[in-house]
């Protein structure tokens, strides 16, 4: 297929506005799946991610389309995730396409999301097609937000498609847009030195590793043998194809076009999003350019909430950890909570689709703790570590300082709530970088530690919000701060599952809070327990749990003193031993509510 036939674009949108839907009208319009085939969201494979109305993983699909001007073009459609934690592979998948198609939903207007991922779009020099979308609905307003676009984001949107994704309003002018007014792909050369981008991989159980690939240079051919630029990695190509969005073998792909290969690729891991591949014989000179990994940021610890559910949960990780490079994981003990896995996210929303799937798919009742960033810990001698698990922290002694990960965070709200948002990020630490205007809503620039936007900021945004707020963010820089381990102790035992990071200035008032609320939460024992949050050794907040009193006196009616005097002194005796020996046992429940900080 000559270049000037093939248009390959994505589709930017914030999420809800109707990516996915539209995505199933090109599709079902074009014929490339038949009607009784159709069913809705066919790019959103996973249950999870259609319940929650998310792509995690890119897709891809190929159309052929007939135009108005008599020829058959292909179009190639990849579906980007939509959400921040996965902005590396937005950026990457953007690169393997020169155009997009911006949906912005007439009813709502320009939000956080659509403005993060239109400027992505536009960084990889794509041109944009507008869509107005949901223009069925009586609340559209498809003028005012084609002059919000051009007001905020600074693109034209005097020739935006208006359309309704649902009832199909609309479509064929989109097909029209994407080829007359995308960009075919800029070069390529079929007899060039094979250069390929690796767009995303994932693991498929009858095939094993899936590469999707975009080629730059040169021709992929079924059983060339290829070498990943990067990582090294050598293999042969057993099946070549293209999405339509089924699997469909091809002999060949060239220039411009996108599609698949298999080549007996162990694990997801051997694949780096953003790698270069090309001939092992007559490779490419240079790589691509702009290569990263993508890491995690957040940690947290997955422990079985019934230990005999161990090997289970091992099970299950492994599986997950098969399709998904960017989770990490490592076993871990825990005095209180017992084993389990310490395990790393491109963010919360990454570990929360992680632990559903678990508890879902395999059905493992789980105990999560705390979420915590990677701290730099800048030791006296010199020294850089990286810390993972507070329960890790060095002696503070030994400890020069602390740098934390802090991010850039947009946040878009009605004027309403703006006194709300701005408290809310000043409570956390936050600077305040930016406050403009968007129409009537106000989008507010906010530099804010990620520590302590994992815990539940999400939450805290969308209930004084009342879900009237819309937010994204990106990694910014680490950052010297004032921070500390808390610990927590119980019978004067440390908990290591309740160790957290936390700024000094907020230690105290986050001790006594969390001293509080175990005090609640432990069922009362025989004797005192002492609950304590402490600093290096430094009690900063206590509570005491009073003991159960069991009136062993109540047995001795009548008057006789010396025999009630005595039995006081055994209870008391007996007291003394438990809390010696005693060990209190938390109970499960109380560690999950404790973890969930507010
Ligand atoms: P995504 O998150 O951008 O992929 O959005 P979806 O395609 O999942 O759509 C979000 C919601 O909006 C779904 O409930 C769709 O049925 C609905 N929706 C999408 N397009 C339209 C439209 O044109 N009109 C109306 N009324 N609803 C739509
Ligand atoms: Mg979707």
Redesign the pocket.
């Known amino acids: 297929t000559p270049l000037s036939r093939i248009r390959n674009f994505s ?1 930017v ?12 009208r090109l599709i079902q319009l074009t014929g490339t799946v038949a009607e009784r085939d159709m069913k ?2 066919m790019l ?1 494979a996973m249950d999870i991610e259609r319940e929650r ?3 995690i993983k890119a897709n891809t699909v190929r159309i052929d389309y007939p135009a108005q001007d008599g020829h058959t073009y292909i179009l190639n459609l990849i579906d980007t995730p ?1 959400h921040v934690d996965f902005a590396y592979e937005v950026s990457r998948s953007m690169r393997a396409v020169e155009g997009s198609l911006l ?1 912005v ?1 007439a009813t709502q207007g320009v939000e956080a999301q659509t403005l993060a991922n239109v400027y992505t779009a536009i960084d990889a020099d794509h041109e944009i097609v507008t869509v107005l ?5 009586p609340a559209a307003e498809p003028e005012r937000i084609a002059a919000q676009i051009e007001d905020v984001i600074g693109i034209d949107a005097s020739d935006a498609c208006l ?5 199909g ?1 609309g479509i064929p002018d989109v097909l029209e847009a994407i080829v007359k007014r995308l960009p075919p792909p800029h070069s390529g050369d079929p007899d060039a030195p094979l250069k390929a981008m690796l767009v995303d991989s994932w693991y498929d159980p009858y095939l094993g590793v899936v590469v999707l690939v975009r080629i730059m240079d040169g021709t992929l051919k079924k059983g060339d043998n290829i070498r990943m630029m990067r990582t090294g990695g050598k293999y042969g190509v057993d099946k070549l194809g293209v999405f339509r969005p089924a699997m469909q073998d091809v002999k060949e792909l060239g220039p411009g076009e996108i599609g698949f290969f298999t080549g007996s690729i162990k694990q997801v891991r051997d694949t780096k999003v953003g790698d270069t591949i090309t001939h092992e014989k007559r490779p490419c000179e240079t790589p691509l350019p702009g290569f990263k990994p993508s890491i995690p940021v957040v940690f947290c610890g997955l422990f079985p909430v019934d230990s005999a559910e161990f090997e289970d949960l091992r099970d299950a990780i492994e599986k997950l950890a098969l399709n998904d490079a960017s989770f990490s994981f490592e076993m871990e003990t825990s005095a209180a909570l017992g084993f389990g896995f310490r395990c790393g996210f491109l963010g919360l929303l990454h570990l929360e689709v992680i632990r559903d799937r678990i508890e879902r798919e395999y059905n493992i009742d789980l105990i999560t703790t705390a979420p915590s960033v990677i701290y730099h810990i800048f030791m006296k001698d010199g020294s850089v570590l990286e810390l993972h698990n507070p329960a890790d922290m060095p002696d503070m002694s030994k400890v020069d300082h602390l740098e934390e990960p802090r991010i850039k965070a947009t946040i878009l709200v009605p004027d309403d709530y703006l006194g709300d948002v701005l408290k809310l990020c000043q409570d956390r630490r936050g600077i305040q970088l930016d406050l403009t205007y968007v129409g009537n809503r106000a989008m507010v620039v906010y530099d804010l530690p990620l520590n302590e936007v994992v815990f539940d900021f999400h939450d805290r945004l969308k209930s004084v919000t009342k879900g009237y707020a819309s937010f994204d963010y990106q990694m910014d820089s680490y950052r010297e701060d004032n921070l500390v381990k808390m610990q927590i102790l119980v019978n004067d035992e440390p908990v290591d599952a309740l160790s957290t990071m936390v700024h000094r200035d907020r230690a105290d008032m986050r001790g006594r809070a969390m001293c509080a609320k175990l005090k609640d939460l432990i069922p009362r024992q025989m004797f005192k327990i002492p609950i304590q949050a402490a600093i290096g050794g430094k009690v900063i907040a206590r509570e005491t749990l009073s003991a159960l009193r069991k009136d062993v006196t109540a047995k001795c009616y009548g008057g006789d003193a010396t025999r009630k005097k005595k039995l006081l002194e055994k209870q008391k005796a007996g007291k003394k031993k438990m809390r010696q020996f005693g060990k209190v046992e938390i109970p499960q429940e109380a560690f999950i509510s404790a973890l969930k900080m507010d």
Do not use: C, P, W
């Not at 949108?13 to 199933?24: E, Q, R």
């Not at 359309?163 to 009832?167: G, W």
């Open positions: 589709i949108a914030h999420i809800d506005h109707g990516k996915s839907t539209l995505a199933d809705a969201q959103d109305g998310i792509t939509g949906v939903d979308n949901k223009i069925d609905l359309i309704s994704a649902k009832t309003i």
